[in-house]
């Protein structure tokens, strides 16, 4: 099918299961300045009227016409998945469904010339992500997975911290830590213990940021071998809850992490090389700011005899960046560059090319697992 034909500049967007996450989204579309909510679809029609009825009360939706006049439009609710792709005013959907459904529904909105922005991990396996993003290029559609920090401009910033070879030098080691301490009914009741809806656990709903800030600091290439062990786990043992990863580089760099349902919220990051270090405290869901920050040091031990004096070099980084919810927020970001993509009729080709690697990782971690933690390259 060909893509859905819009004349103006502002893209029409679906969303398809109103998970938690969606809401942010939402909000995401209506402060990018070129994309409106048009439609919501899930199971249950009212599920999809109450999500739209509790996001419009804080966030109206707005379409803002080319002489700059907003007027509310109301998207509407629904209650079957195909009924919303079939429709000639979605342009874009966002697919917030659990992980061992999204293949299917990727694949019909590729067939239905709408271009995707899908919930991470983006697939069970590294074959279904093949022909998820397969079908899109068929398609000539955009393919973007949702991680929000992509689209920071902490990013490219702190890129410049990391290609300082006076204070910082090479790059050695790249250290990762996302955690949250899940409630008693976690594991009964939320779909990301469940290995029927999201088999990877906390390495899917957290490792995936992991895996994907130690690619990027990598310059995108892929580790050559990893090894990876579950701690912890749900559902008869199928689902991590406690995951710890190592990856190797082709140039000695190497990358660990550690994710958790069961420790305190923590989204911790150290770039180690070989004059300094960089720490970031806050790399998937920034602190409540203005600025987005990270900290460069280069701390020295002075030693001469009796004395041995560790001195403290510290230098705070930052970028004007405000943590959520307001245009220059790294998810308003994400919509308005993926919308761009859609009205220039030029797909991301490096946004699915990203995803595939850091689901290819994520498959690799999880083999290893099943084998112990033994080292196993990423194919």
């Known amino acids: 099918m060909t893509q859905t034909q819009n004349s103006n500049r502002t893209v029409r967007w679906g969303i398809i299961g109103a998970a938690q996450i969606a809401r942010k989204n939402w909000k995401a579309i209506r402060m990018s300045g070129n994309s409106v909510v048009a439609a919501v679809a899930s199971r249950d029609v009212t599920r999809a009227e109450a999500f739209i009825h509790d996001c419009s009360i804080e966030v109206p939706p707005v379409v803002v016409g080319e002489d700059g006049t907003a007027t509310l439009m109301r998207p509407e609710a629904l209650g079957d998945y195909q009924e919303l792709l079939d429709r000639d005013d979605i342009d874009a959907v966002y697919i917030?469904?659990?992980?061992?459904?999204?293949?299917?529904?990727?694949?019909?909105?590729?067939?239905?010339?709408?271009?995707?922005?899908?919930?991470?991990?983006?697939?069970?396996?590294?074959?279904?992500?093949?022909?998820?993003?397969?079908?899109?290029?068929?398609?000539?559609?955009?393919?973007?997975?949702?991680?929000m920090f992509d689209h920071s401009a902490r990013l490219p910033a702190m890129k410049h911290s990391l290609a300082d070879t006076q204070q910082f030098g090479k790059l050695r080691r790249i250290q990762s830590h996302f955690s949250f301490c899940a409630d008693d009914s976690f594991?009964?009741?939320?779909?990301?213990?469940?290995?029927?809806?999201?088999?990877?656990?906390?390495?899917?709903?957290?490792?995936?940021?992991?895996?994907?800030?130690?690619?990027?600091?990598?310059?995108?290439?892929?580790?050559?071998?990893?090894?990876?062990?579950?701690?912890?786990?749900y559902d008869g043992g199928?689902?991590?809850?406690?995951?710890?990863?190592?990856?190797?580089?082709?140039?000695?760099?190497?990358?660990?992490?550690?994710?958790?349902?069961?420790?305190?919220?923590?989204?911790?990051?150290?770039?180690?090389?070989?004059l300094g270090y960089i720490t970031l405290d806050d790399f998937v869901l920034p602190f409540v700011d203005a600025e987005a920050k990270w900290q460069c040091h280069t701390h020295d031990l002075q030693i001469d005899n009796c004395r041995w004096n560790f001195g403290r070099h510290t230098q705070a980084q930052s970028v004007w960046e405000h943590a959520a919810g307001e245009p220059d927020s790294q998810e308003v970001q994400?919509?308005?560059?993926?919308?761009?993509?859609?009205?220039?009729?030029?797909?991301?080709?490096?946004?699915?090319?990203?995803?595939?690697?850091?689901?290819?990782?994520?498959?690799?971690?999880?083999?290893?697992?099943?084998?112990?933690?033994k080292w196993t390259s990423v194919s």
């Open 187 to 233: 594991e009964s009741g939320n779909i990301r213990a469940n290995a029927d809806l999201e088999p990877h656990g906390c390495l899917g709903d957290l490792g995936w940021y992991c895996i994907r800030l130690s690619l990027w600091a990598a310059d995108d290439r892929m580790p050559v071998a990893v090894s990876g062990r579950s701690i912890s786990q």
């Open 334 to 373: 994400m919509i308005r560059s993926f919308s761009e993509c859609v009205l220039n009729g030029s797909p991301d080709r490096r946004a699915s090319e990203i995803a595939m690697k850091t689901q290819r990782v994520l498959d690799a971690l999880r083999r290893s697992d099943v084998e112990d933690g």
């Open 96 to 147: 917030a469904l659990p992980t061992t459904v999204r293949k299917q529904w990727v694949i019909a909105a590729a067939k239905a010339g709408k271009h995707v922005l899908c919930e991470k991990p983006i697939a069970v396996h590294a074959d279904d992500a093949t022909e998820m993003i397969a079908a899109c290029d068929e398609a000539g559609v955009t393919f973007m997975d949702g991680v």
């Open 238 to 274: 199928s689902v991590p809850s406690e995951f710890q990863a190592e990856l190797k580089f082709d140039d000695d760099l190497t990358a660990g992490f550690f994710c958790s349902f069961r420790c305190v919220n923590q989204q911790t990051a150290t770039f180690s090389g070989d």
